[in-house]
Structures are given as C-alpha cells and as structure tokens.
C-alpha cells in the first residue's frame, strides 16, 4: 500500500518533529517540504525494481521473494499510520532490522512494540533483532545509534579560534591514491579502539570521492608535515544550505591533544559561508567525535533508537 498525498504530508511533519530545531533559525516550510520530498524519494528508491533486486541477490535470505524487501506502509486509522521496512545494519545480513517512519511522535518504548505486533508476520523471513526510529530527544530505548549534531557556521566562528589552529594548514587532495593511507590510518584507529571496529568504520571511496570532487578532501598539515585527513560534502540541512562533515581522521601521534576540534573549526573557516549549516551523523559510541562537534558549538538534535524484538 502506498501512501496517501495527505499521509505523505502527515509523515514528514512528523518527520520533522523529530528534529529538535530551537534556535537554529530556519524556515519551518521549506524544512517540512525537504524532509517529505527526501521520505518520498527513500520509499521510492527501494521499492525499484534494481534496488529490490540488488538487495534480494546481495543478502540472499532465504524463502524470500523481491517484493518481501519492500518498504510498505501500515493504515492504523483514517489518519494515522507508518511507513515500515528492513534494513542491515552496515550492509551485514546477520543484522537484521525494521526502520519504521510514523505519523506520529515516538515517546515511550512499549508504542514500539505494538507495532511490531502489526508488522511481525510480513518481516519474519529476515528474523529482524530491533526496530528503529528517529527522536528528538533521548528516550528510554535499548539503543542509541548515530546523533545528528548541527550548528550554524556563523555561531561556530564566534567562538575564540583554539591555539593548535596557527599551526594547521589544508592540503588539496588531487587523485585517489589518498585512499590506501586512509584505510590504513582506520586499521590503526581499529587497533586501539576495538570496540568501535564495527558502529565506526571507514567511508567507501565513493562517499570520500564526493568530497574530493567538491575540492573538500584535505590532507592535514602542522608545521607542514602530513598528520590527517579531512572530508566534507556540500550537503543541504533540511532545505538550507549546509556542510556535511564525513571525516576527520588524525595519525596515532596526533590523536588524544585535542587537535581534532581545531582542525575541524579552522576547516569551517575556511570553506563555509556564515549561513551555512555545519552537521553530521556521529555514532552515539564515538565519544571522541561527538567531543569534537560540541567543542565547536554544535548540538545534538535528532537521535536514531532502537529498541530489541
């Protein structure tokens, strides 16, 4: 079943709700108006025929059919329903999932559970282990995932620049040859903090060639010596114009001085207008990285739950 013009507009107000959007001056329509268009457009990329044939080849589960990886919406009433569908978390098929995207705000974990109730039978192939859902604020959830942590450019700049800043300098990234380095600077990263090996892992090329096409894929310099890697993407924020940080990846000698915060401010600085929105999505387990976005005034918002079947 598929939505409703008037369910579509319902979703992603509720959709929007749970963004925690106080004081970060935005124009709430063409925010509602983004969060539906980017609803829609998700529903209809996986129920493609090439995505649901990707998916169905790829994760190969089975007694399963291609329209069983289908995302589908569930009426509760004349105006109330969810969108709901599986997913794997990081593309693994042994970790199974259900995201679901109500018309309504989820507050309390048990309202989770009943529509699980309501969807049980159609995922039961795919043996799901949680269900997730977006708030805007931490709820009473088995688990957090990723947290979108968002600020203006021209609030961050207001803040004093941190001393390490004099000695960063930004170097253009010109090819993929980059990539081996980066990869290895993750094993090395993986090496000391084991526990984060599968919540944080390194960007495909794809994802870091974006910012190497946008000239936003910069080695790290001090005093000229090449200790990191940074990637962002021109990327809108609900409808406005923003920046999107995908990395900030520093070499051992130079991880744990609180160098992360200046590289990541100066980088602001340099290549983002005032108005720009800066944000990302941290996994909720890197401390270190959600440490270094509020170092720089920027505050958490939305909150990706999940709660255990």
């Not at 063409?30 to 995505?51: G, H, P, R, Y």
């Not at 593309?91 to 109500?102: E, Q, R």
């Not at 980059?178 to 990263?189: A, P």
Request: contains cysteine.
């Amino acid at each position: 079943m598929k939505p409703s013009e008037s369910m579509w507009e319902s979703l992603s107000i509720a959709s929007l709700n749970t963004y925690d959007l106080n004081g970060l001056d935005m124009n709430m329509r063409d925010a509602q108006l983004a969060v539906k268009q980017e609803i829609m457009c998700d529903f209809e990329e996986v129920n493609s025929l090439n995505t649901l044939a990707y998916r169905f080849e790829h994760f190969k589960i089975p007694n399963t059919s291609l329209d069983d990886y289908k995302d589908r919406y569930y009426s509760l009433s004349s105006d109330k329903g969810f969108l709901c569908g599986v997913r794997h978390y990081g593309g693994d098929k042994d970790l199974p999932f259900l995201m679901i995207t109500p018309n309504f705000l989820i507050e309390v974990q048990f309202k989770v559970y009943e529509l699980y109730k309501l969807v049980e039978t159609d995922f039961a192939k795919f043996k799901p282990l949680q269900i997730s859902y977006w708030t805007s604020k931490i709820i009473d959830a088995d688990q957090i995932g990723n947290v979108y942590m968002v600020a203006k450019a021209d609030y961050i700049l207001e803040t004093p620049p941190w001393g390490q800043e004099k000695a960063i300098s930004f170097i253009d990234i010109t090819d993929d040859k980059y990539y081996v380095w980066y990869l290895q600077l993750y094993q090395e990263e993986a090496k000391l903090r084991p526990e984060l090996s599968k919540s944080v892992q390194a960007n495909d090329i794809e994802t870091m060639n974006e910012s190497l096409k946008q000239n936003l894929l910069k080695y790290i310099c001090i005093d000229n010596k090449k200790v990191g890697l940074i990637a962002a993407v021109n990327s809108n924020f609900l409808g406005h114009q923003g920046l999107y940080f995908n990395e900030i990846v520093l070499t051992k000698d130079y991880r744990n001085k609180g160098l992360a915060k200046a590289v990541q401010r100066l980088f602001i600085k340099d290549y983002t207008n005032k108005d720009d929105y800066i944000w990302g999505t941290i996994n909720s387990e890197n401390f270190s990285s959600l440490l270094t976005a509020r170092s720089n005034a920027r505050v958490a918002i939305r909150f990706e739950c999940f709660t255990n079947i």
